[in-house]
């Protein structure tokens, strides 16, 4: 969905080096989420924000830190990359209240090497 | 604990015949139970969900899914597949945890459509 973007599509990086992943929505929604796809665990939540000023943790937020510097900005980051993480991260988006549906973005492709 | 289970990780299925991916749930209360389709490259793209009213359901590119609150299962189902059917689906489940509502997601299923 063109309303959600990320960048970068694809990195490769090494164990140790400072990640950071953006996400940008055009949607208007005050709720945004950064989930980790791996094969056979399908979506993990990692953080959650339902405004710029309410970030909580997910059920698999170590090693990982987020920032919502605007409505429309999202950003995760790995402090510290290590091989484990390497994943499929996709950022989303919903609108408020009631049973919701998220807007993904095309996801990021990570590999630490 | 809340959770939700697609007990399948491949459906094959000819062209033409009809479809069904499985998914069962656990929650506690009433539940919102949403369907997910993952193409290749390409981010997850909503389906269809239950909210209450009708146990049928009709959603995107003419597939279903019925809700069965006896057997806790919202299979989705198409009564005649096609080989652009074939991706990645993914059951979710909402739930409330720490006072916010947030969507748990199956392992999904790899739906693989022959000509």
């Known amino acids: 969905d063109a309303d959600v973007t990320q960048t970068p599509r694809n990195r490769i990086t090494k164990t140790g080096k400072r990640i950071m992943l953006e996400c940008s929505q055009t949607?208007?929604?005050?709720?945004m989420y950064w989930y980790r796809q791996d094969p056979g665990l399908g979506l993990r939540l990692i953080y959650y924000?339902?405004?710029?000023?309410?970030?909580n943790k997910g059920e698999i937020s170590d090693g990982y830190s987020v920032s919502r510097q605007a409505q429309a900005k999202f950003s995760l980051s790995l402090e510290s990359a290590i091989p484990n993480q390497t994943a499929l991260y996709f950022c989303?988006?919903?609108?408020?209240?009631?049973?919701?549906?998220?807007?993904f973005g095309p996801g990021t492709r990570l590999t630490v090497l | 604990a809340q959770s939700v289970a697609q007990p399948e990780d491949q459906v094959n299925v000819a062209e033409g015949n009809p479809l069904t991916v499985k998914c069962t749930y656990s929650?506690?209360?009433?539940?919102?139970l949403f369907w997910y389709v993952q193409y290749p490259n390409r981010g997850l793209q909503f389906l269809l969900k239950?909210?209450?009213?009708?146990?049928l359901v009709k959603g995107s590119y003419g597939f279903e899914a019925e809700f069965n609150k006896s057997q806790t299962s919202f299979h989705l189902k198409k009564p005649s597949a096609l080989v652009s059917d074939s991706a990645l689906y993914f059951c979710?489940?909402?739930?409330?945890?720490?006072?916010?509502?947030?969507?748990?997601f199956g392992a999904g299923t790899r739906l693989a459509v022959h000509p």
């Open positions: 989303a988006t919903s609108g408020l209240g009631g049973p919701h549906e998220q807007f």
């Open positions: 949607k208007g929604h005050d709720r």
């Open positions: 924000s339902f405004d710029v000023k309410d970030i």
């Open positions: 929650v506690s209360g009433n539940p919102y």
């Open positions: 239950y909210i209450t009213g009708d146990n």
């Open positions: 979710a489940v909402r739930v409330l945890s720490g006072g916010y509502n947030k969507l748990i």
